[in-house]
């Protein structure tokens, strides 16, 4: 067990929906990552933040926003949801956001969108 | 941009035998991070080996260990005395060194490779 928690584990939706999904990072741990595994693209880098902000992006598209809040959490929105969104979505933590910080990742969220 | 790529989609090898597993990657940096993680059935991402490209000697995690080739941009995971637990997606990793306090880039993956442990 990695100690970074995701809910919910699947997710069924439909297209044109939103979805949102939920990060608890291990304990002590200031910086979020979100990754999306599909079979299209691969693992792709979404987004991090570090303390509450938003410290660096990838390939996240303008559909998807993400936040993290107060007690740390993260949530990642999925909007208008397209097929090529169904993919499982990971979310890493690490303790602080240099590149030296190893990253602990959760057992990640699988979307289908149908 | 950086480019990791694994070019073996499938290997398998006998129980107790050893297995290579090939990683290249592609960059204009000089000092960087490359990683083997495992992905099991369970989805869970597992860190196995970590190098740190100006390191010149390289890691090793017990029946792990990596064959690092900095010029050549090569990063080979060799996994010894396979054991059926070790059956899963393996993908090796890059992340840049280059933190100038605004954020560290992410991991860039490769395609992954789908190792098979013959009992």
């Known amino acids: 067990d990695s100690g970074v928690t995701q809910t919910p584990k699947h997710l069924i939706t439909a297209t044109g929906q939103r979805v949102t999904l939920r990060c608890s990072p291990r304990s002590g741990d200031l910086s979020v990552y979100w990754y999306q595994q599909s079979l299209d693209q691969g693992l792709q880098f979404l987004i991090q933040y570090y303390n509450g902000e938003e410290r660096a992006k990838g390939n996240i598209l303008e559909r998807f926003s993400a936040q993290q809040f107060p007690d740390l959490h993260s949530e990642l929105n999925l909007s208008s949801l397209e097929l090529g969104d169904s993919a499982l979505y990971f979310c890493?933590?690490?303790?602080?956001?240099?590149?030296?910080?190893?990253?602990?990742f959760g057992s990640g969220t699988q979307l289908s969108v149908l | 941009a950086q480019t990791v790529t694994q070019s073996q989609p499938e290997m398998s090898v006998q129980e107790a035998e050893t297995v290579t597993l090939s990683c290249t990657y592609d960059t204009s940096e000089s000092d960087y991070y490359l990683f083997w993680y495992k992905q099991p059935p369970s989805r869970q991402m597992i860190l196995v080996i970590r190098?740190?490209?100006?390191?010149?000697q390289n890691a090793t995690e017990n029946r792990f260990s990596v064959n690092f080739q900095k010029a050549a941009k090569s990063f080979s995971l060799k996994i010894s005395d396979s054991q059926l637990g070790d059956a899963a997606m393996y993908f090796c990793a890059y992340r840049s060194a280059f933190y100038s306090g605004g954020g560290a880039d992410g991991l860039t993956f490769g395609k992954g490779t789908h190792l098979i442990i013959q009992p």
């Open positions: 890493a933590s690490s303790e602080g956001e240099s590149p030296t910080e190893k990253l602990f």
């Open positions: 190098q740190e490209a100006y390191k010149q």
